[in-house]
């Protein structure tokens, strides 16, 4: 299993994800093999310690099929992933002259990939992106789907746009440079696939050994859980592109992992860790309201630890959870939206849960 191929099916510009092994270091020949030639100018999105690793590798590979690529750096971390950054992209594309028909590369983790895809979105009007993701969780989420924004004072992704990237190119060996902590809070999106959709994943993440061939980083289990995870984002996201219904169970775990991060402060727990927390939850909800079975929970639960992800609920207090919710885009028409799980494999959205039925789990 040496290459993988997803067609991300939209009514206007349908795009591949190409997962392979090495890719980072062919990145030019990609380019031409999806028509993109070399009159058009590159700017490549990273933050220092990515472009350390493998700026140099792509800068050559495009130099080698003649693009004129220059890298610019953002700082790393969720507090950069704002306007400000947004405004140093945008000076740099003006100073090297980046136009219409020029092309943006993100290269890197959620933050880089979201915060370049929305510069693309507004560049000129828009100008095409490509998504090379180099962490786990921006390879089965973020980078596909065209979810493109920056963070705003009162919250987080709260000024952004839906915006298609040209193709993703996924390189398994990026990850064996990620740091533990980060490849395993990457799992609790695969996770999160298992139970919204994917059975079969959930159940080969429970395998002993298939654990062991993914913690150890081995290709074919990397390659098959990307692949399973961004199958499951294809189908929901060519169905629901700007999320007005069936999207929104991609965001399971998701309403009280925002909740945790924001009231813990970014960096105590990073996205995944939340997000297992928020799953945790959500599957504690529909278990005391018969909507799923308490095996199943305990099954979610005992999944999610074996990932060495968190499942216990931090200490916050209930008016600030509230005030959060209210303030995610999740709400419509002053609802709140959750997503709850009925078994392994499937989830409903619901908007009937009251406020004593989900406060109960903080202080
Ligand atoms: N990360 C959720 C989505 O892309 O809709």
């Not at 299993?1 to 030019?28: A, D, H």
């Not at 169970?249 to 996205?271: A, D, K, P, Q, T």
């Not at 630890?305 to 968190?310: A, F, I, K, T």
């Amino acid at each position: 299993m040496n290459k993988k191929q997803i067609l991300v099916p939209l009514s206007n510009n349908s795009y591949e994800v190409t997962i392979q092994k090495g890719i980072i270091g062919s990145i030019g020949e990609e380019l031409n093999r999806i028509g993109i030639n070399k009159e058009r100018k590159i700017l490549i999105v990273s933050n220092r310690e990515i472009s350390n690793l493998f700026g140099e590798k792509v800068i050559n590979n495009l130099k080698k099929y003649n693009f004129y690529a220059e890298i610019f750096n953002i700082n790393a971390g969720e507090s950069y992933k704002n306007l400000n950054s947004l405004s140093d992209i945008y000076n740099f594309a003006f100073d090297i002259g980046l136009e219409r028909n020029s092309l943006m590369i993100a290269l890197g983790g959620g933050i880089v990939g979201d915060v370049t895809g929305f510069a693309a979105a507004t560049w000129l009007r828009g100008i095409e992106y490509i998504q090379i993701p180099t962490t786990l969780l921006s390879m089965v989420d973020s980078s596909v789907g065209g979810k493109t924004a920056v963070n705003h004072p009162k919250g987080k992704n709260l000024i952004g746009a839906f915006y298609q990237p040209k193709a993703v190119f996924i390189d398994p060996e990026t990850l064996a440079t990620l740091p533990t902590r980060e490849f395993k809070a990457g799992m609790a999106e695969v996770i999160k696939y298992g139970i919204i959709k994917d059975k079969a994943l959930f159940e080969y993440l429970e395998d002993d050994k298939n654990r062991d061939d993914i913690l150890n980083l081995e290709n074919e289990s990397l390659i098959q859980i990307i692949n399973n995870s961004i199958q499951t984002k294809a189908c929901i996201v060519s169905e629901d592109e700007k999320e007005n219904g069936i999207r929104a169970i991609l965001n399971y775990g998701h309403s009280f992992g925002h909740v945790i991060e924001n009231l813990c402060g970014y960096g105590e727990y990073l996205h995944g860790e939340a997000i297992s927390i928020g799953m945790r939850i959500a599957g504690d909800i529909a278990s005391e309201k018969n909507l799923w079975l308490k095996e199943d929970s305990l099954r979610q639960n005992t999944l999610l630890e074996s990932y060495d992800l968190p499942t216990q609920i931090p200490k916050i207090k209930k008016n600030e959870v509230l005030t959060i919710l209210m303030g995610d885009k999740k709400v419509r028409d002053g609802r709140m939206r959750f997503i709850l799980p009925r078994e392994i494999g499937k989830v409903d959205i619901f908007n009937d849960i009251s406020e004593s039925q989900f406060l109960k789990y903080f202080d």
